[in-house]
Antibody, heavy 113, light 115 residues
Framework: EVQLVESGGGLVQPGGSLRLSCAASGFSFSSYEINWVRQAPGKGLEWVSY????????YYADSVKGRFTISRDNAKNSLYLQMNSLRAEDTAVYYC??????WGQGTTVTVSS | QPVLTQPTSLSASPGASARFTCTLR?????????IYWYQQKPGSLPRYLLK?????????GSGVPSRFSGSKDASTNAGLLLISGLQSEDEADYYC?????????FGGGTKLTVL
């Protein structure tokens, strides 16, 4: 069974940092491009970042460029998102997703003082 | 002007068909892109429905019924999602997406009400 499981969300103060993780199982993780997508409360889906299967290509949404860093460890079947200089507008549910059938359940990030 | 524009809402009756549009910004040719469609019910994660480039280049999501189908309308520069035989369980938000200029772009979503 294809499975993506995010972790690492929580409550953080503005300007703080968090590291999200996404553990993959049930498919050949190292063969897949993968993304982080977020959804603010009551809002639509917003793409955050992309990483190629090898990690050699990385792209970010303008809203997070320079603050967030995506990475992966294919040996551990894991994806990461290091989030620094967090703002209130980063508050959202964060999903890891292949943009095909594989989406995680999401992890909630709340940025508030 | 956004890259992808979707109507905010759509209403249809059970058993009828619903046609969702995803209009690409002027200057971005729908013929050059695969259009992805997702369904999201309240409190749930997005569900991948299908991707459509052409009738010979399309993919249905795992377990997605054939009454969900994709197409394009070149005259309006739009990707289309058609749901036939509407059921109450189809009530949800529907999002389109494309890979454009090294970014994924989502439409704002269309809320389907089945009444």
């Amino acid at each position: 069974e294809v499975q993506l499981v995010e972790s690492g969300g929580g409550l953080v103060q503005p300007g703080g940092s968090l590291r999200l993780s996404c553990a993959a199982s049930g498919f050949s993780f190292s063969s897949y491009e993968i993304n982080w997508v977020r959804q603010a409360p009551g809002k639509g889906l917003e793409w955050v970042s992309y990483i190629s299967s090898s990690g050699s290509e990385i792209y970010y949404a303008d809203s997070v460029k320079g603050r967030f860093t995506i990475s992966r460890d294919n040996a551990k079947n894991s994806l990461y998102l290091q989030m620094n200089s967090l703002r209130a507008e980063d508050t959202a549910v964060y999903y890891c997703a292949t943009f095909g059938d594989a989406w995680g359940q999401g992890t909630t990030v709340t940025v508030s003082s | 002007q956004p890259v992808l524009t979707q109507p905010t809402s759509l209403s249809a009756s059970p058993g009828a068909s619903a046609r969702f549009t995803c209009t690409l910004r002027s200057g971005i040719n729908v013929g050059s892109f695969r259009i992805y469609w997702y369904q999201q019910k309240p409190g749930s994660l997005p569900r991948y429905l299908l991707k459509y480039n052409s009738d010979s280049n399309k993919q249905q999501g795992s377990g997605v019924p054939s009454r969900f189908s994709g197409s394009k309308d070149a005259s309006t520069n739009a990707g289309l999602l058609l749901i036939s035989g509407l059921q109450s369980e189809d009530e949800a938000d529907y999002y389109c997406a494309i890979w454009y200029s090294s970014t994924w772009v989502f439409g704002g979503g269309t809320k389907l009400t089945v009444l």
